[in-house]
T-cell receptor, first 108, second 113 residues
Framework: GESVGLHLPTLSVQEGDNSIINCAYS??????FIWYKQESGKGPQFIID?????DKRQGQRVTVLLNKTVKHLSLQIAATQPGDSAVYFC???????FGSGTQLTVLP | KAGVTQTPRYLIKTRGQQVTLSCSPI?????VSWYQQTPGQGLQFLFE???????NKGNFPGRFSGRQFSNSRSEMNVSTLELGDSALYLC????????????FGPGTRLLVL
C-alpha cells in the first residue's frame, strides 16, 4: 500500500529563521500532495498543495518542492514565527494517507 | 463561508456503548471523509461519502459505520465501544473531485472509559 512519512518527528528553529520540513512517499503514481498544519486542539489546516506536473509551488511565506525522482517533497517556511509552531503533515491522494507529522517548535 | 463543523466537540462514553458523531461540510461540498487520529497510529482514513453513497472505505472494523444525508451532512457511528476507540475523530469536506482539497473540522474528542 501507499505510505507517506516524514523524516523528523521534531524540528526546532529560531524565530525569524527559515524552516524546512521533509516528507517521503512510496507510491510513484501519487500525483497530488497536500501539506497540513495542526495546532494543539484543532483539526488540520490546509497550507498548500502541489500536483505532480509541478516541482515547485509558492504561497504566502511557504514553498513546497516536489522531487518525483526520489519521491520526496518539502515544505519551506520563510521567516518562521511563533504562530507557526504546530505539527505539520504531508498527505497524498483523495483517500488521504498521512505521514506521522513533524512537530515544529519556534524558539524566541 | 462557514467552515466544517463537528458536534459534539467532546464526548465521554463507557465500553460497550455506541456513539454518533455529526459533521456539517462547507456549503457546496458534496464529499465528506472521516479520519481517526490517535497518538500511536496518527491520522487514519475511515471512509468517504459522496452524494449519500460510501465511495471509499479504510481498514476499520464493521463497528464503524457512517451515512450521508441529502444536504451532505454526515454522521459516523461506532457501536460496542472499546477503550482503543478513544481518539480524535475528524471529518473533512471537499467538492469531491480527484484532486480537490479536503478541509477539516475541529474534530470530536471521544474518550471511552
Amino acid at each position: 500500500g501507499e505510505s507517506v512519512g516524514l523524516h523528523l518527528p521534531t524540528l526546532s528553529v529560531q524565530e525569524g529563521d527559515n524552516s524546512i520540513i521533509n516528507c517521503a512517499y512510496s507510491n510513484s503514481a501519487s500525483d497530488y500532495f497536500i501539506w497540513y498544519k495542526q495546532e494543539s486542539g484543532k483539526g488540520p489546516q490546509f497550507i498548500i498543495d502541489i500536483r505532480s506536473n509541478m516541482d515547485k509551488r509558492q504561497g504566502q511565506r511557504v514553498t513546497v518542492l516536489l522531487n518525483k525522482t526520489v519521491k520526496h517533497l518539502s515544505l519551506q517556511i520563510a521567516a518562521t514565527q511563533p504562530g507557526d509552531s504546530a505539527v505539520y503533515f504531508c498527505a497524498s491522494g483523495r483517500q488521504l494517507t498521512f505521514g506521522s507529522g513533524t512537530q515544529l517548535t519556534v524558539l524566541p | 463561508k462557514a467552515g466544517v463543523t463537528q458536534t459534539p466537540r467532546y464526548l465521554i462514553k463507557t465500553r460497550g456503548q455506541q456513539v454518533t458523531l455529526s459533521c456539517s461540510p462547507i456549503s457546496g461540498h458534496r464529499s465528506v471523509s472521516w479520519y481517526q487520529q490517535t497518538p500511536g497510529q496518527g491520522l487514519q482514513f475511515l471512509f468517504e461519502y459522496f452524494s449519500e453513497t460510501q465511495r471509499n472505505k479504510g481498514n476499520f472494523p464493521g463497528r464503524f459505520s457512517g451515512r450521508q444525508f441529502s444536504n451532505s451532512r454526515s454522521e459516523m457511528n461506532v457501536s460496542t465501544l472499546e477503550l482503543g476507540d478513544s481518539a480524535l475523530y475528524l471529518c473533512a469536506s471537499s467538492r469531491g473531485g480527484e484532486k480537490e482539497t479536503q478541509y477539516f473540522g475541529p474534530g470530536t474528542r471521544l474518550l471511552v472509559l
